[in-house]
């Protein structure tokens, strides 16, 4: 009797904990991580950043259907290094960053390519529109942060391109008269922290 109650509890508590248990946790590291992007100026290229990003991962390359990705930049961050340019780039003619002041990004999904090379397929939401996404990223490993005693640190990286207009941000006014790109090339390299176990 006493060995079946036993091995009910361990039903009851032990295999649902197992079954619901979640990846590590790790928070973006803000100073050592950035958003870039490139966009094509008649022949040069611009290249900028969001300065203002957060979020959080709970990533487990042993466990990827526990592994999650939530991320978010602030709109009004957007530096390319030119004061009127960036005003403009606010304005309601392109993020509006009054009316949507966040870009996210929330996985539904991450899947192993190979070696250190990954694949999040989720929702990248701008201003008002919400599309599905595929991104391949770069897993580096992680490491005993070598500056903070009791931290570890993982390293994240991926490339990817969006058409701007399916996002809004634009009329197509610039487009049409060839002197702004509608492909934006963005670049995330992430260092992530959370506290040694």
Not at 19 to 28: D, G, T
Not at 119 to 146: A, C
Request: net charge negative; aromatic share 12%; hydrophobic share 40%.
């Amino acid at each position: 009797m006493q060995g079946r109650i036993i091995i009910f509890l361990f039903v009851c508590f032990f295999l649902p904990a197992t079954l619901w248990a979640k990846a590590p946790e790790w928070r973006i590291d803000p100073p050592h991580s950035s958003v870039y992007f490139d966009i094509r100026h008649i022949f040069s290229t611009v290249r900028g950043e969001f300065q203002d990003l957060s979020g959080t991962f709970r990533f487990d390359p042993e466990d990827l259907a526990a592994s999650s990705m939530s991320f978010s930049v602030k709109a009004a961050s957007i530096d390319t290094n030119n004061r009127n340019r960036d005003n403009h780039l606010r304005s309601d003619e392109f993020f509006h960053v009054s009316e949507y002041p966040e870009i996210s990004f929330q996985s539904s999904n991450i899947s192993h390519l190979q070696d250190q090379k990954y694949e999040v397929t989720g929702t990248l939401k701008v201003k008002d529109v919400s599309r599905t996404i595929s991104v391949p990223f770069t897993f580096f490993g992680t490491t005993e942060s070598p500056l903070q005693e009791g931290v570890r640190v993982a390293g994240f990286e991926g490339a990817f391109s969006i058409d701007r207009l399916e996002y809004g941000v634009g009329t197509g006014k610039f487009s049409k008269l060839g002197v702004v790109g509608d492909e934006v090339r963005l670049l995330v390299s992430l260092e992530m922290l959370r506290e040694a176990e």
